[in-house]
């Protein structure tokens, strides 16, 4: 599976963006996709997922009233609203991939996200 994102910019606090990852290959084995960020000097964290079955989304606390997750499975692509930014939300976000029962093992390249205050 091949994950390729796009959508990442600078903004600035308040605005809103939304990311894409598009999907190709064995799309048929996902059972579930990812975004995830990475902020300089932090660890990686999930943002928000969903069930590529039924679209069941989750989110953290941390994010949940200002990110969406949603996908559009005729085009193979999984997206992530992103509102109300803040300066904190500022990190490269990843797009993933989980086949069932198994971890996040299918990643893209990353679309930087960079928010001013």
């Known amino acids: 599976v091949q994950l390729v994102e796009s959508g990442g910019g600078l903004v600035q606090a308040g605005d809103s963006l939304t990311l894409s990852c598009a999907a190709s290959?064995?799309?048929?084995?996902?059972?579930?996709m990812g975004w995830f960020r990475q902020a300089p000097g932090k660890e990686r964290e999930l943002v928000a997922s969903?069930?590529?079955?039924?679209?069941?989304?989750s989110y953290p606390d941390s994010v949940r009233g200002r990110f969406t997750i949603s996908k559009n499975s005729a085009k193979n692509t999984v997206y992530l609203q992103l509102n109300s930014l803040k300066p904190e939300d500022t990190a490269v976000y990843y797009c993933a991939a989980a086949r069932l029962n198994r971890p996040y093992d299918y990643w893209g390249q990353g679309t930087l996200v960079t928010v001013s205050s």
């Open positions: 969903i069930t590529w079955s039924d679209g069941r989304p």
């Open positions: 290959g064995r799309t048929f084995s996902v059972y579930g």
